[in-house]
């Protein structure tokens, strides 16, 4: 049985690489796992970002009525893990929520030991959004291969 039962990908506002990740992870896991999308700071729920929107859509994943939403502690239980897209990002969580430990809150891409961590494509192209995109998808499988103790 696996430990965690419910994945949190979270970055700044939420519309943007957290939603892309939640749902590229949710097309690789096969297991009942629950996948949220959070922002670290959510002033309002924005829909998704046009041009996530747009690279998801053309790999295939729709997202209807997205809002972002802001993390908060009470979603963190002990059976949560947290993926977020900067270091900064996880020093920020770790010390604004008393659930979020050094335990259940990694730099996405440092839990499957690579070097760089994704690359906000916020404000860039769309050949930026679709970059970000594949480094997502080719972090994640390593992700949900190593979650479900494959490697």
Known sequence: MRKYKRV??????????????????????????????????????????????????????????????EL??????EDTI????????RRKIIDRFEHATEENTFVVTSFVDEELEIIDPYGGTLQTYGICFEMLKSTLKKVVEKLNGEN
Not at 41 to 49: I, K, S
């Open 82 to 89: 947290l993926f977020v897209m900067e270091e900064s990002q």
């Open 8 to 69: 949190i990908f979270v970055a700044g506002n939420g519309i943007t690489r957290a939603p892309m990740a939640a749902e590229i992870f949710k097309t690789l896991e096969q297991n009942e796992t629950e996948v949220l999308s959070r922002g670290i700071h959510v002033a309002f729920p924005e829909p998704l970002n046009q041009k996530t929107e747009a690279v998801m859509i053309s790999n295939g994943i729709t997202v209807s009525d997205y809002q972002a939403k």
């Open 72 to 77: 908060l502690d009470s979603e963190i239980t």
